[in-house]
């Protein structure tokens, strides 16, 4: 019983697949595969301009201490001036913990403009790939459009071949029973006459 059931699967699984390739168009397969690259491209886009505000961010914050900073060191010349020194050490002491908060966010800024580089980089290079990837797809659209044409064609031709076959069969029959019916009425005619 076995051996019955291993057939009737092996059947199976070769109708399921003839039915697969009838349905399959390789036409929607490279469709899909084009929508799934330009996702893929539109993440990574995304991924550039997500790393590209928190530079802006970090040029802002940046910015913004620098400027503290400069203020608190025109407040220490100015204790100074007047003769504080106690305001003076607090505003250079201040302005000490700035400038490591500034150095901080300078060196992350490096990196994150690296980041933004490579990034940038990456989504050149995908873009580019999609792009060799849209031309290559359309021409094998175009090719296989053209095959199946050219299919179509050579099936129609083949039944007219057919066809025509039938016909001549037919002109013949017909021929042969327009000979016969001459030949019966020659004879007719002959009887007829004697």
Known sequence: MSGVMKRMGMIFRAKANKALDRAE???????YSYQKQL????????G??????SRKRLELQ?????GQSSKLEDQGRKALALGREDLAREALSRRAALQQQVTDLETQH???QGEE????????RLQAKVDAFRTKKETIKATYTAAQAQTRIGEAFSGISEEMGDVGLAIQRAEDKTQQLQARAGAID?????
Do not use: G
């Not at 996702?39 to 995304?46: D, G, N, Y």
């Open 39 to 46: 996702e893929l491209l539109q993440k990574v886009r995304r």
């Open 190 to 194: 002959e009887l007829l006459a004697s």
């Open 25 to 31: 168009d390789p036409r929607e397969t490279l469709d």
């Open 110 to 112: 490096t990196t994150l």
């Open 62 to 66: 940046l910015n913004q201490l620098q």
């Open 117 to 124: 580089e490579k990034l940038t980089l990456a989504a050149q």
């Open 48 to 53: 550039v301009a997500d790393v590209a505000t």
